[in-house]
C-alpha cells in the first residue's frame, strides 16, 4: 500500500511542479488565482534557490522506505529526461522566466482590464 501512495505523491508532485510553472497563466483569465499560485512559486524558488526541503520529497522518500535519500523530485524525475543533466541551471532559469512573464501578462491584463472598467459607461 505504501507503494501506491509514494507513486500518488510523485503524480501530485509533478503536478505541483508543472502548476509552479505554468499557474501563473491561469491569472489571464482570472487574476485572482495569483493568490494561489504566489506560496506555490514561492515555496519553489525556495526549493531551487536555497536549497530548502520539499515536504513532498520528503514523504515519497519515507514511502519508499528511503527517507535518507538526498536526491530530490527533479533530480530523480525530470533531469535527464526532460533536458539533459548539464543544463539545470538553464532550465531552472527558463522556468524562472515563464514564471515571471506570466506573473508580468497577468499584472498587465488585470490593470487593462481595471482601466477598460472605470472608463466604461
Known sequence: MAGFFAELTMAVHFVVLVYIVFGAFLAWRWPKALLVHLPFALWG?????????????????????????TDGFIAEYVDGVLYPDSYL?????????????????????????????????
Not at 50 to 63: A, D, F, Q, R, S
Not at 89 to 116: C, D, H, N, P, T
Request: positive net charge; glycine residues 6%.
Open 45 to 69: 524558488l525556495g526549493i531551487a534557490t536555497l536549497n530548502l526541503p520539499c515536504p513532498l520529497t520528503i514523504l515519497e522518500n519515507h514511502l519508499r522506505g528511503q527517507p535518507g535519500h
Open 89 to 121: 541551471l538553464e532550465s531552472r532559469l527558463v522556468a524562472a522566466a515563464l514564471v515571471v512573464v506570466a506573473y508580468a501578462g497577468a499584472l498587465i491584463r488585470y490593470y487593462r482590464r481595471k482601466s477598460a472598467s472605470t472608463q466604461a459607461p
